[in-house]
């Protein structure tokens, strides 16, 4: 029986990607919804809840770093009595260092954005990437290859999923991260546009907050050695690298003492980021040893700096809508970032990509503005499919109607819009919403 079982490995291990099981977790009804809205104190422009949503745990193999078939898990929302296609949505996390707060967790924060757009009437697709969740081997933190791999391999194995549950799939595909899930949203995109553009097309896409630039934004936020938030995302990435770039041969060459004894344990996927920086000085270039340091600031060939480039996002020019939302006052991951992809896409002629300054907010503030302002602008593209309950014949747009609230691409509520130059949403008490921009219309 063993040696059949090796074989099965042995043979499975030679075929494509495909999801190996599923569970339904969870089914919310639409007043469970609507308490979730409450809950997380939800504007309710965020969108209409249409439907009821089932949260199915997904496991999947999926490419590792070297090619070889690994073990992988996440999540995926599906809205209940959809008559017609439904547009797929694919969120990418943030950063996790806990196999408990990833989106295979459906009772992890993740949820209510796979819940909330479900119910609106998304498949929504969330993978936990390679190492997390229930996923096997060490997380390869910000490396884009395999987020952009195990990302598509799940919305492909996804929308068969959600063909067999009776949820038919559209052509439309949006993808949308934060933090570490702006990266890997990058990174997806370029991999879809390069190299999947007969199975998939992208409609739009919002990287927001992402560390696009490693190579140079990250670096030099390294080589400050300022203080930081999280000193924790800087041997997270280290690790991370090591286990794919081989970047030394001995911990004790790079970390200092006690570091090099207890750190590498720590990101086992069993403690939080938080109980992680609790063990670090606030300027994580002192668990360095200095030799290890001065040499990757003084050498452009430096394995890590090497590592750095080959994971920068930006290098491509997006043949799709893309927003880039990111808060100028961010203090995880620079401004910078952003400014430095969006220029790049500009010169290399892309033409409807933009991006938007959320204020003076640091990176947890900006989050929910960002991710509200991003659904927002998705919504604005999306073909939605109307509930069955919804009597479309007594559709009657040019009835009167009441403006009850106006709201930017963030979900920030305006109330001077003489003075405002950009795109805004209005929304009236019959379900209806416009994008208008006040400066078109002086």
């Known amino acids: 029986m063993r040696a059949l079982f090796c074989v099965f490995l042995f043979i499975f291990s030679l075929s494509f990607s495909q999801i190996i099981s599923y569970e339904l977790v969870k089914s919310w009804t639409i007043s469970e919804v609507d308490q979730m ?16 949503v089932d949260g199915y745990k997904i496991l999947y193999f999926t490419p590792n770093h070297n090619g070889d078939l690994v073990l992988c ?17 694919s969120w990418q996390h943030g950063t996790s260092a806990n196999d408990t707060w990833v989106p295979s967790n459906i009772y992890s924060d993740n949820n209510v954005i796979g819940v909330v757009a479900a119910s609106h009437g998304y498949i929504v697709m969330m993978s936990d990437f390679i190492g997390l969740g229930d996923g096997v081997g060490f997380h390869n933190y910000v490396h884009a290859d395999t987020e952009a791999s195990s990302t598509i391999d799940l919305i492909l194995l996804g929308k068969e999923f959600a063909y067999d549950k009776g949820v038919m799939p559209s052509a439309q595909l949006f993808l949308m991260g934060y933090s570490q899930g702006g990266h890997a949203t990058m990174a997806a995109v370029r991999e879809i546009e390069q190299n999947y553009n007969t199975q998939l097309q992208v409609t739009a896409s919002v990287p927001m907050a992402g560390p696009y630039s490693m190579s140079g934004a990250m670096r030099d936020l390294m080589e400050s050695g300022m203080p930081y938030p999280n000193p924790g995302y800087l041997p997270y990435v280290l690790f991370s690298y090591q286990n794919i770039y081989n970047l030394f041969d001995d911990i004790t060459e790079v970390l200092l003492a006690p570091y ?35 040499d990757f ?26 927003k880039l939302l990111h808060c100028n006052g961010d203090d995880n991951i620079p401004y910078e970032n952003s400014e430095i992809a969006y220029n790049f896409f500009v010169e290399g002629g892309a033409n409807d990509v933009y991006l938007e300054d959320g204020g003076d907010f640091g990176h947890v503030a900006c989050a929910q503005l960002a991710i509200i302002g991003s659904k927002l602008w998705i919504d604005s593209m999306s073909e939605i499919c109307e509930p069955e309950s919804v009597d479309i014949l007594d559709f009657n747009p040019s009835k009167d109607r009441e403006l009850i609230g106006i709201v930017d691409l963030l979900g920030r509520e305006q109330r001077n819009i003489q003075i405002n130059n950009q795109v805004l949403i209005y929304f009236y008490d019959d379900g209806t919403y416009e994008k208008r921009c006040p400066i078109f219309e002086k």
Do not use: R, W
């Open 260 to 294: 090099n004894q207890y750190l590498f344990g720590m990101y086992s996927g069993s403690f939080s980021m938080y109980e992680i920086n609790q063990t670090l000085p606030e300027n994580p270039i002192e668990i360095f040893q200095d030799e290890y340091y001065q």
């Open 37 to 52: 809205y409450n809950t997380n104190s939800l504007p309710s422009n965020v969108g209409n809840i249409n439907f009821e």
């Open 297 to 322: 600031l003084t050498d452009p060939n430096h394995p890590f700096n090497l590592a750095l480039i080959d994971n920068d996002v930006y290098n491509f020019i997006p043949e799709s809508p893309m």
């Open 73 to 89: 898990s996440g999540a995926i929302y599906l809205p209940k009595g959809t008559t017609c296609p439904s547009p797929v949505l």
